[in-house]
């Protein structure tokens, strides 16, 4: 959501799709351009005004919410090898955008118009959500090979899992990372359930079926307006 009743949806083969949440009107393909290569969306991130959407081995397509005019930031523009996918967009709290892909983590200007850099130490491999935390701290969930965290220094911890360490991840792939209104880091894993980062050990609590999760197959995390967390399965919320 965008905070003024918007909700926006990526979607496998239809692009993007907005839904107002005070009539429920749903409005379908938002920003599509003349190419049917940006209906496969695979993630979707509001920033100021503006949506951008990782486009399947395409790049990235950015929308204006207020005039709905759209372009197409493709991999050459952005200096990513070919058929790369995007699989999450974040904003730095300096608005410098931070390209997960499954080439790695890269980081370009404000405006995208520039070749982006590899950051170094999370290049070469498959990152599915980027996180920046209210202590500085940047997040990299990974497909296969467990969550990064990089301080403010630039110092990288590599957190995976470990079938006999009972505290370390429960899953190597972890699907997502959150922070929740009192600063707990949540994470979601595929066959593992969920993960909350414990700062003052730096290892994790788990949180599975056992304890009430419906399925150990998780996705995204969300907050309501009651602190109350969501967090979905292959079996509902």
């Given amino acids: 959501t965008d905070g003024a009743e918007n909700l926006w949806l990526c979607t496998e083969d239809g692009g993007i799709n907005h ?3 005070q009539t429920g009107r749903i409005t ?3 920003g599509q351009t003349a190419s049917t290569d940006d209906d496969y969306t695979i993630c979707l991130t509001y920033y100021q005004g503006r949506l951008y959407a990782g486009i399947n081995k395409t790049g990235i397509k950015v929308v204006d919410t207020r005039t709905g005019e759209a372009q ?3 991999n050459e523009r ?3 090898p070919s058929e790369t996918s995007v699989y999450d967009i974040a904003f730095d709290p300096q608005g410098v955008p931070w390209v997960g892909t499954d080439r790695g983590v890269w980081r370009g200007d404000r405006t995208l118009t520039a070749p982006l850099v590899p950051v170094k130490g999370l290049e070469d491999m498959w990152v599915y959500d980027i996180l920046f935390d209210h202590r500085g701290n940047v997040w990299v969930a990974r497909m296969g090979d467990g969550i990064h965290r990089m301080d403010s220094k630039g110092r990288l911890a590599h957190y995976q899992a470990d079938p006999k360490e ?3 991840l ?3 792939s972890v699907s997502a990372v959150f922070e929740d209104s009192q600063g707990n880091i949540w994470l979601s894993t595929d066959r593992g359930g969920i993960c909350r980062y414990r700062p003052e050990t730096d290892d994790f609590e788990r949180i599975s079926t056992p304890e009430g999760l419906p399925d150990d197959v998780a996705y995204d995390m969300l907050e309501d307006s009651h602190g109350r967390l969501w ?4 079996r509902g919320d």
């Fill in 72 to 74: 197409i930031v493709d």
């Fill in 28 to 30: 379908p393909k938002i």
């Fill in 19 to 21: 839904i107002d949440l």
């Fill in 231 to 234: 967090f979905g399965t292959n």
């Fill in 78 to 80: 952005m200096g990513l």
């Fill in 166 to 168: 009972p505290n370390s």
């Fill in 170 to 172: 429960s899953s190597g």
